[in-house]
């Protein structure tokens, strides 16, 4: 098992910044990247940001330039540094620590059958206008 916890949301005005954080811990060994998603009332979860192990990073357009994801060791925690807040930022923002494709399709090939991803149980960031 994995556990994944989110920590800094809160609310701040517009033009405001934010740091989320990441804790990853247990048994970590299929986790291979971590992202940021998040979920606005009445839409869809949307993927924010995403960095792997080798530190190559991928953000959603909306959010380029103002946000920046960043780890160390993706294993063990990452943070979100959120800048030049917007309301439509506002969302519950969540966490998750994924696993490596290639041992969630193979597994017998690692001698690990439990990989998957694991989610954190979310952030709420609200940015008024």
């Known amino acids: 098992q994995v556990q994944v916890t989110e920590s800094g949301g809160g609310l701040v005005q517009t033009g405001g910044s934010l740091t989320l954080s990441c804790a990853v811990s247990g048994d970590t060994r299929c986790i291979s990247s971590m992202g940021w998603y998040r979920q606005a009332p009445g839409k869809e979860r949307e993927l924010v940001a995403a960095?792997?192990?080798?530190?190559?990073?991928h953000y959603r357009d909306s959010i380029k330039g103002r946000f920046s994801v960043s780890s160390d060791n993706v294993k063990q925690l990452g943070t979100l540094q959120m800048n030049s807040l917007k309301p439509e930022d506002t969302a519950v923002y969540y966490c998750?620590?994924?696993?490596?494709?290639?041992?969630?399709?193979?597994?017998?090939?690692?001698?690990?059958?439990?990989?998957?991803?694991?989610w954190g149980q979310g952030t709420q960031v609200t940015v008024s206008s």
């Open positions: 998750i620590a994924m696993a490596d494709r290639d041992m969630v399709d193979r597994p017998a090939d690692y001698g690990h059958y439990n990989c998957r991803d694991y």
């Open positions: 960095i792997s192990s080798g530190g190559q990073t």
